[in-house]
């Protein structure tokens, strides 16, 4: 029942022509949909203007941690501030006046990040949420949350509510006049309520081996945290970048969503996992913990029987059958 996404070599040397490296200026067209594998600083200055509509960002936390082969050290928190500026303002000059950002963090580099974005864009809120996962700690709290900042380039943006209830269960069914009050009964029979999102998400399953969605990547972020984002903060067609896209995540929900998409990220194994994920999009567009138009409290069964991961097979070449490249 394991359904990590995996590589073999064939696919990596399969997956890697799909890729993309700038080495001069570019159009918008000439990269949407694509993935940019390249170290960000290399491919910042071939970015074309104001031309994302929504920005998300999960770049190393500051701590030591090695992604792929590329190690990241952690360092004081004016050396992390300056580091994270040095990439975030020629960003900034990609985003349209109406664009908005999220920016992920932990708790040891979320006041660094706070005091950076507020010198640059209009935050708005920080979202926190649980990771249901997490080292014990013997002096100190097990640390299984993290937050998200919230910001837009100015007061002209795109906030879709409606987009991002969730259905909660009702624990006390009050009514009127016999009638269900704000809840309603589902097609399971159970009593359920649409809530306002609110930033405080504890509907999260962070991937795991027997979700289809899982690779090996350390710190791969869950396809319905990222989606929330995308419906929240943008439209049918929008352009989204994600300059730190790692296994490819925000890709593939911005596809699944019906977005266009740029990832940027400089390990090609990662990369060459976004596009195997996204390859996989075409068949399986299904979004664990989101259905018919609706956020789903973790673990609440959909109406009805999911649609079952399907077992892939890429076919390399044509008269070789042995060549068949298949993940569990």
């Known amino acids: 029942m394991n359904r990590t996404i995996v590589l073999d070599d064939a696919e990596i040397e399969h997956y890697r022509q799909n890729l993309i490296q700038l080495d001069s200026a570019v159009l918008p067209q000439d990269i949407l949909n694509k993935t940019i594998q390249q170290d960000i600083f290399s491919a910042m200055p071939f970015l074309p203007t104001q031309f994302v509509d929504l920005l998300i960002v999960d770049p190393p936390y500051n701590l030591t941690r090695k992604f792929g082969d590329s190690p990241f050290k952690q360092r004081p928190d004016d050396d992390y501030r300056a580091w994270v500026e040095s990439w975030l303002l020629p960003l900034m000059n990609t985003l349209k006046p109406t664009a908005s950002v999220y920016f992920c963090g932990d708790w040891r580099s979320s006041a660094v990040l706070y005091q950076t974005l507020s010198d640059h864009l209009n935050i708005r809120n920080r979202i926190t949420w649980e990771r249901e996962k997490g080292r014990g700690a013997r002096y100190n709290w097990k640390n299984t949350s993290e937050d998200i900042w919230y910001a837009t380039t100015t007061d002209n943006f795109t906030f879709n509510v409606e987009a991002v209830k969730l259905r909660r269960r009702v624990i006390a069914p009050y009514t009127d006049n016999g009638k269900p009050k704000d809840w309603t009964y589902a097609a399971d029979g159970e009593k359920y309520r649409l809530t306002y999102p609110s930033n405080l998400w504890t509907d999260i399953s962070v991937p795991f081996w027997s979700m289809p969605e899982n690779t090996d990547h350390p ?67 299904h979004i664990q913990g989101y259905a018919k138009g609706v956020f789903l409290e973790r673990n609440t069964p959909q109406e009805g029987k999911a649609k079952p991961a399907p077992v892939h097979t890429l076919k390399l070449f044509e008269d070789d059958e042995s060549s068949n490249n298949q993940d569990k």
């Open 219 to 285: 710190t791969q972020k869950p396809e319905k945290l990222i989606a929330k984002l995308i419906l929240a903060s943008s439209n049918v067609g929008d352009v989204i970048l994600d300059p730190f896209l790692g296994s490819g995540t925000t890709s593939v929900a911005a596809k699944k969503l019906k977005r266009q998409y740029i990832g940027i990220e400089m390990d090609e194994t990662y990369c060459c996992l976004a596009e195997k994920r996204l390859m996989l999009a075409d068949d399986f567009p």
